[in-house]
Structure formats: structure tokens, C-alpha cells
């Protein structure tokens, strides 16, 4: 029973716009009426009417230590006893970089902003900025957050120039974006051959998350880290949701290429607002105030955001991976077995610390084509079956599921009995 939570949408739709502060909360994705969450503890939720349920989307990330890890919170309360925010320099920003710096091999110098679209944004600016050119590259199903640039989506051919992916997105800027298909290193060779020394920059998330989980195909991030190179175009790994999710140093330490940007956010706040830009140093220098690439924010690097930022890095090391990779695999193989032994057709795609379960699609999902052709009207009904099991995925089939350091095999073995008995009711 959700009865306080029906109450509640339906007073949030009347001050806010859908009844939420983030559209893919409303439950569309999935249909039905949104959870309203009260607390968390671990790997655990308790929402408005008091039902509990093992969480999967961990805030869409930042939880990889579970809810209200003690430190965290003992960092927080450390801090807030001090101040809340100055707007002005404070020791622990220092810390937080340095602790950036010294895991993620491509960052020499990193930008703390308050949201994983500012620092996207302000990477495709200082990219421009850098390189004075004015096109950039993405990858259709990769999202970075909602800024003009990148709500553009493909037009009608794949090396025609962008058309707006939503309204309020002006065709000038729209135009300046090339959608091309990820895992298509061929494509990517084409664009720049077709647009030499056009292209400020191609951005990407090193895996893809946003249109569930697709790990790049063996070769594709070295090849496009050749053809940017070749033209002289920055290569920007939007890590938002990768970085200290799927290794200590993010993808490019996982697969041993490095980006000229970088960009985080999620783990990296401890759970509270944050989103950063980091890079090679010689890029990060034309960033206002010692650069003309300008980028500022009330709140970014506040103390409080800092402070439990640096307690939940600090708990983090290649060990924690190690141990994480093997749960994520052991999980992702018992509930593919689930799917045979209920003759049901899934791909089960995974990479250290998020997974996703694709119905009736390619037994290899490797690019978004395979995505939006899996049964999506599948996957809803599996949310739904989970969710009455006391599992809480992430409400939309191209989303990801997150596991983290709270979710022991008791955790994963309750919630493969739940997958049991979901599959057989779908
Ligand atoms: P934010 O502006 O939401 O902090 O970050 C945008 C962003 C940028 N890059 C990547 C790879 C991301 O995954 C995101 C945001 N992720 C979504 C979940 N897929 C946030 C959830 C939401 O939009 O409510």
C-alpha cells in the first residue's frame, strides 16, 4: 500500500511542475505513481507509508557507500557546526582536488561546480574556448545533462548537423552538434574527415549509462582518441556517472585512455549537490579568472559539499573496486540464469558497479539502436514486480542499476529471489 504516497503527488503537482524536481522521478518511464522516500540506511529505503525496499539507484549514483554512511554524515555534521559556505576559498576544496587529481589520470587540474550539466557546459565552452572552433560530437543515447548544446539530437542523416531534441533549443545552436551512433568508430572517422578542423571537441560517456548500461566495444575509445588527436579536437569524457563508479580513476583508468577533459560529479559529493571539470593542465588554465573562458558559481566548492566529498573518496581504493567488479558479475550472471530458467529473452549488460536488463533485445546490446528496440513495455512491468517485492530500480528502462559497498550477498541474494518471482509474474 502507497496511500501517503498518492496523497503527496498529488499536492506536489500543484506547486511543481509534474509533481517532481527531476523529470525521470515521475514515474513515466514505468507508468504508475512515483515512491515518495522518507529515509535510508545501507542498502536500504523506507518510503512515506513505511514500505522498505533495497535501493538500485542510490540518488542516480553518489550513494556507492549506501545511505547515510557514518562518515559521510560525521563529516557533515563536522562541518556544519563550522559554517555552511563562505563563498570564498576554504582548505577543503584544496583537499577535495588533490584527492581527484591523485586517482583520475587524465585530470592535472579540476573546476568544482554545483551539477553534472554545469560541468559538462562548461567543458564544451572551454573546449571551444581552447581550440576556437565551434562544432562538437556526441553520441546518440549518451546523455550530459541538459544544456542547449547537448539537447541536439541526429538530423536526417548520420553526418548532417544537429535539429533540437527539445523545444526551447534554438536551431543555430542545435546545428553546431553532430549526433553520431556510439560504438561506431567508423562514423566517428567520417565526421572528421567531413568536418576537418571544424570539430571543437567530441564528448562521450566512456560508458554509456544513460541509455542503460553499454559498455564501448573493445578498440572504439582508443580509435576515437586517435581521430581526435589527428585533428587537433579535445576528446571530453563525461565521467559524471563512471568516475569512481567502474574503477578508483573512472573509465579512463579502466580502459587505459586518457581524455584531455574529464568530467564528475555524483560520488565525488558525498551524496550533496556537486559536478566538476578537470583536465590537462594547459586546457584548465584558460578557465576564468586566469583564463577569458569564464565559468563561476555561487556555491561551487562549498564546504559542506566538500567535507563529505573527501570522507567518501577516502573510504574508497582499488581494493573496493576489485571487490565491487566481482559482486556486479557474480549478480549479473545469477540473473541472466534467472531469465533462461524463466525462458525469458534478456540481455544483461555490466560493468564494476551498474548494471541493466534489456528485454527481447540482441543478445548483445552494444549500441542505442539495440536499446530502443529492446521491449521497454517488459521492463515497466518488471519495475513494477520489483517494487511490490520490496526492489526499488531505477524508474526507466534506460537508466542503470547502481550496486555499491551496501549491497552484501544477503542484499543480492533477496533481491535475485525477488527477480525470481518478478519474472515468472511478468
Ligand atoms: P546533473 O546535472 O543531473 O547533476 O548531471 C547530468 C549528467 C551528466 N552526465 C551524465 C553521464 C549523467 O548521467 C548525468 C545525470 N544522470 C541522470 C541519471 N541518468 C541524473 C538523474 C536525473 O536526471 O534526475
Known amino acids: 500500500m ?5 496523497q503527496l503527488i498529488e499536492r506536489a503537482r500543484r506547486f511543481i511542475p509534474g509533481g517532481v524536481n527531476s523529470p525521470v522521478r515521475a514515474f513515466k518511464g514505468v507508468g504508475g505513481e512515483p515512491v515518495f522516500l522518507r529515509s535510508g540506511e545501507g542498502a536500504w529505503l523506507e518510503d512515506v507509508d513505511g514500505n522498505r525496499y533495497i535501493d538500485y539507484v542510490s540518488s542516480w ?7 547515510r554512511h557514518p562518515d559521510v554524515v560525521a563529516a557533515i555534521r563536522k562541518q556544519a557546526q563550522l559554517a555552511l559556505g563562505f563563498g570564498a576559498p576554504t582548505e577543503l576544496e584544496i583537499e577535495l582536488a588533490e584527492r581527484i587529481v591523485a586517482a583520475v589520470p587524465g585530470v ?3 573546476r568544482l561546480v554545483n551539477s553534472g550539466t554545469e560541468a559538462t557546459m562548461t567543458a564544451i565552452r572551454l573546449a571551444r574556448g581552447f581550440t576556437g572552433r565551434d562544432l562538437i ?3 546518440q543515447g549518451c546523455y550530459h545533462g541538459h544544456s542547449d548544446s547537448l539537447l541536439a539530437k541526429a538530423g536526417s542523416g548520420v ?4 535539429i533540437p531534441n527539445s523545444p526551447g533549443v534554438p536551431e543555430a545552436i542545435a546545428s553546431q552538434t553532430l549526433t553520431l551512433p556510439f560504438n561506431d568508430a567508423g562514423a566517428v572517422r567520417r565526421a572528421y574527415a567531413a568536418y576537418a578542423g571544424r570539430i571543437a571537441c567530441l564528448i562521450l560517456e566512456p560508458v554509456a549509462g544513460n541509455m542503460g548500461c553499454v559498455p564501448p566495444l573493445p578498440g572504439f575509445l582508443e580509435s576515437i582518441r586517435q581521430s581526435t588527436q589527428e585533428d587537433g579536437s579535445l576528446l571530453i569524457f563525461d565521467e559524471v556517472m563512471t568516475g569512481f563508479r567502474v574503477a578508483l580513476g573512472g573509465a579512463q583508468a579502466r580502459y587505459g585512455v586518457m581524455p584531455d577533459l574529464t568530467t564528475l560529479g555524483k560520488v565525488i559529493g558525498g551524496g550533496l549537490p556537486v559536478g566538476a571539470l578537470g583536465g590537462r593542465r594547459d586546457i584548465m588554465d584558460h578557465l576564468a579568472p586566469d583564463g577569458g573562458v569564464y565559468q563561476a558559481g555561487t556555491l561551487s566548492g562549498n564546504p559542506l559539499t566538500a567535507a563529505a566529498g573527501i570522507a567518501m573518496l577516502d573510504a574508497l581504493n582499488d581494493d573496493f573496486y576489485v571487490a565491487l567488479e566481482e559482486r556486479t ?7 541472466r540464469a534467472l531469465c533462461v530458467r524463466h525462458g ?3 540481455t544483461v549488460n555490466q560493468v564494476c558497479g551498474m548494471f541493466s536488463i534489456f528485454f527481447d533485445a540482441p543478445e548483445r546490446v552494444t549500441a542505442f539502436e ?3 528496440n529492446a521491449n521497454s513495455d517488459a521492463f515497466a512491468r518488471f519495475f513494477h514486480a520489483m517494487l511490490e517485492r520490496g526492489v526499488y530500480l531505477a524508474p526507466s528502462a534506460f537508466e542503470v542499476g547502481f550496486l555499491g559497498a551496501q549491497h552484501s550477498q544477503d542484499v543480492l541474494d533477496a533481491t535475485l529471489a525477488a527477480a525470481d518471482g518478478a519474472l515468472a509474474a511478468i
Do not use: C, N, Q, Y
Open 159 to 162: 553526418l548532417t548537423l544537429g
Open 108 to 110: 592535472e587540474k579540476v
Open 370 to 372: 539495440h536499446v530502443a
Open 329 to 335: 558479475d557474480t549478480f549479473a550472471a545469477e540473473l
Open 344 to 346: 525469458r529473452r534478456a
Open 61 to 67: 549514483g553518489p550513494m556507492i557507500l549506501g545511505h
Open 137 to 139: 560530437v556526441k553520441f
Open 2 to 6: 502507497r496511500a501517503k504516497s498518492e
